[in-house]
């Protein structure tokens, strides 16, 4: 639903009074919408886009050098009048005739062609484009009965810029349709969005499921299945849009991934990573990629895939630059320097010398590294719960990043015979650099420092190891700050530890004192439940966790009684 | 919730993938996160990022010119690790030293610290600076504890301009603290968000109600509300902030509404529009407005106000280029032609000579204006829920708007004693200029056409009124295209019209031809349940509506009647 307004039956208005205030060194009011605020140059035919409320930035963010000379602003998700798309026009038209572009809905079509009517016969030339870029909803033999949703960006875009390229009116039409006869968009939703003022959302998606070619107002869609991986969303849209390739179209096309309102742009470039896969299949070159919200429909929840072919004149023009508040291209030279390349992995990790029972241990070692991550991704969602009480939800994910990143780079240097300082050291910073988070430095220290204890040269027994705990002990408090009693993982540690230390040192085994320090950090970990915790970005909600145990208490004492096993 | 991933564990990684991927010419990916594409200057001191994941534009989008050299991208909402900003920092730093910043959170104090610790003992000369612009998460004599949230941004761009213009590391570490004491940020939620891979929300905002202060993980806030209006809403977050102007700062501030995922443009610019006017009141002088989402927290709706106030040497570093993913300023020169001053007000209505007989019609069909729109008014939710099965859902507002637009138009006029035919025009024209969409057109239409039927001078009998409804009949049928039995307005239009002929034609009054006429055309609407309309953009769910009549169809019966009854 939408959350901020005063008056629903005004919310176009004043949705777009505020905006012209924000913006007002690009855009000025006109009656039926919003233009440039600088005059279209005499002679230059004009472009005057529009349609309903509640998809900026479409249409009035759209308006500005490069792009639109005025849009018309209609109520929410419903057409501008005649009227309006009139008043418009005759505020930009400045000699050159006037292109009037929209979405093709029945609503738009009427108002747009009754106010070119109104202007030819004023004598002002004056031509209109629908674009029916959308291809779930008619039929490729009936693609002129096709909406109009994201791909409209394309048209306005080039019409512009052809006409600040010197083109005249007839010129700017051929080329705009042109565009639009060589865009194709699909478009899926997962939920639907409820107008301002509305009690109902405007349609729904049943949990689970998406909606396939369901359209920006909610317009029922081709199919329904269950919720895809990204991969299989990304081949869902692509194959369909592929499918339709124009005939005669070469094999370069802008690739455009819009969300609709709720999906947000990290979900958009996953789905992008995985189009651009599909695209470098089909040997489709991206010439331009725009991944972002560029047509919503308040906080639909749904994306779309835009392709449009280009030809060398298309392309020119798509690079233009452009400055609008809702689309910026082409400011600041990006090129002002050295171009550098992408750098994805460090440097190989060098291996040094280490003695044989060093290395028997660092096989060893990178084997409990296994049961770490086993252990850890077995109760990841457990833990994801635990901390969702008072955290942010993340220490399960977080820790199973943090193990399996252990795991792989001790893997990558284990047949190069390394020692268990070097294996551990190493094991350790991968997992502080891939974990991230508060949980990722402090593991990450436990196994550098239980490492630098062990050494690559001697003989890690018992006595070391214990050593090696408790100065990981140590250097966890020193790192993170907390002490006893503050509900982190430093109340099983600290319990843990000492208890190695003095089973070590009675004499025991180190799998008789580590089994029973284990069972010790497992008792202390659950009696968090009774501690409150000190606040901080980790927790949240820490107060509401009273009665719960800490995860990472409860991470630890598992890890712990894991490894006990094995020993 | 999320919906695009391939597995939440590498939600961040992938998202990185797909992000560097579509913006390789400004980005590039290094070791711990992304880099500008292009080098360091030398001797430029480089500002350095980061965060989790989960905000975008913060913090990958952020990079580029005029902004920062590079970020350490972390995992959802976790903190980068130590390793992350260093290896970042390395990447990026060219003999001017390094400023590490990013929001005052444990994780990233944490780790931001451990690289700066470790550059410098590579005698690398580094900073670090936590923002802290939150208001509500500590009290102003503990400023110092506060969290960094959406004033960030002001801190990141004013630190790169200020060393892209020349300044040195110490220069630019007073300017950016400069920055940070001068923020003030508040924000609010509306509901909460649910991270990749979770199934329940990280935290919940109960319905209808408002988290006051609640951080962008979901800390917890320090007030919760009703739903306020957005007049409410703005005051709540002025009077807040302006509260805590800093000592000794000026009037000029800019002002920045930013959304945090669900609440779209539309509603922040409704806010903005709120806020102005009480930054006019308190003599705040906005020297820059932004309005949009640059710290997202993936689908939460929410968002806050920040203000920063400026003197004119923070001001001119402000006002600077930038060229990022998320954040682009100052790239086409916008002021390349005449600068026109906003027009949004057409010219005043001119009313001609009318006979006494139509002036006084015209104050009766002021009156029955009236009837219309307190009938629409009175049955707009009903005709709202109505519209939502079939269409948008905006039929019952679209009229009332439509309606009462008409009445102001008469009001407007009417001390100026128009004819029936001025007034009716008039009120025929603001209808469909204020009502949009299909409905719009179609219903000034009538109200323009019955009024040329009758003219400003003739007296406006029983006759002319029903021919002026049969024209407009026929008008409505032309431009909207539907025909009898298509589910439309016209269902009841038809009957309507020709029941009026026939009764007066039969001799009998208006009043009573009228009211006969309404219950025919109330009967035929309740009728259109029977009838499978045809599909459009009105009507996207248009099969849905099998079993319940059309809006248009009840909404014309409804002002039959009641106009009948006013006869």
């Known amino acids: 639903m939408s959350f901020i307004s005063n008056d629903p039956a005004r919310f176009s208005e004043q949705a777009t009074a505020g905006f012209v205030a924000a913006h007002s060194d690009l855009i000025r009011a006109v009656p039926g919408g919003v233009a440039r605020r600088t005059a279209t140059p005499a002679g230059q035919p004009a472009i005057v886009i529009g349609g309903g409320s509640g998809h900026y930035p479409a249409f009035g963010g759209l308006v500005g050098p490069g792009l639109a000379h005025g849009a018309a602003v209609g109520n929410v998700f419903a057409s501008p009048s005649g009227q309006q798309v009139y008043d418009v026009a005759k505020a930009v038209e400045n000699g050159g005739g006037v292109l009037l572009t929209c979405g093709n809905y029945a609503g738009d079509v009427l108002n747009f062609n009754q106010a070119k009517e109104r202007l030819i016969a004023e004598g002002i030339r004056a031509e209109t484009l629908f674009v029916t870029d959308d291809i779930s909803s008619a039929k ?51 939920t639907g969005c409820t107008l301002p003022g509305a009690h109902e959302p405007l349609f729904t998606v049943p949990e689970g499921r998406m909606g396939v070619g369901v359209g920006i107002h909610g317009e029922p869609g081709i199919d329904e299945t ?48 995985d189009i651009r896969a599909l695209a470098d299949r089909d040997g489709i070159e991206p010439v331009a990629v725009e991944v972002g919200e ?62 044989d029972a060093s290395r028997q241990a660092a096989r060893r070692i990178g084997g409990l590294l296994k049961t770490v991550h086993e252990t850890i991704h077995s109760h990841a969602d457990e833990l994801g719960k635990l901390d969702a009480i008072a955290g942010d939800g993340d220490h399960g994910i977080g820790m199973e990043r943090g193990a399996r990143a252990a795991v792989e780079a001790a893997e990558a240097i284990l047949d190069r015979e390394p020692g268990a300082q ?34 690559d040269e001697d003989k890690p027994d018992a006595g070391r190891v214990a050593d090696g705990v408790a100065q990981a002990d140590e250097q966890v408090r020193k790192i993170g700050g907390a002490q006893a009693g503050d509900k982190t993982m430093v109340d099983a540690l600290i319990p843990f530890a000492q208890a190695l230390t003095d089973g070590v040192q009675a004499g025991r085994t180190l799998a008789e004192a580590w089994t029973e320090a284990a069972a010790l950090a497992t008792e202390q970990a659950e009696a968090t439940a009774d501690l409150m915790p000190k606040m901080g970005r980790a927790r949240p909600h ?23 096993r094995k020993l």
């Open 294 to 355: 560029l047509v919503t429909s308040f906080e639909m929840a749904g994306a779309s895939l835009s392709l449009w072919w280009v030809d060398d004149e298309i392309e020119q023009l798509w690079a233009a630059p452009a400055y609008t508040s809702g689309y910026r291209k082409g400011a600041v030279q990006a090129d002002q320097g050295e171009v550098l390349e992408d750098v994805s992995e460090s440097a190989e990790t060098e291996v040094g010398e280490a003695s």
């Open 422 to 455: 070097t294996l551990l050291v190493q094991a350790g910073q991968a997992w502080a650099a891939q974990a991230g988070g508060t949980s990722g430095v402090l593991w990450g220290a436990v196994l550098e420092t239980i490492g630098r204890a062990l050494g």
């Open 226 to 273: 269950d919720l895809p991986r990204s991969q299989e969303l990304a081949a869902r849209l692509w194959d369909a849009v592929i499918a339709e390739r124009p005939e005669g179209a070469g094999d370069r096309a802008v690739i455009f991934v819009n969300g609709l309102g709720a999906v947000k742009n990290e979900e958009l470039f996953i789905l992008y990573n």
């Open 542 to 564: 820490a107060e509401k966790s009273l009665g719960t145990p800490d995860p990472g208490a409860i991470s630890f004492a598992l890890i712990a009684t894991a490894v006990g």
């Open 140 to 190: 490729p033999e009936e693609s002129a009965k096709r909406r109009g949703i994201a791909g409209g960006l394309a048209v306005y875009k080039i019409a512009a810029a052809a006409a600040e390229a010197g083109k005249d009116l007839d010129q700017v039409v051929e080329l705009a349709n042109r565009v639009n006869d060589n865009i194709r968009t699909l478009g899926v939703a997962f």
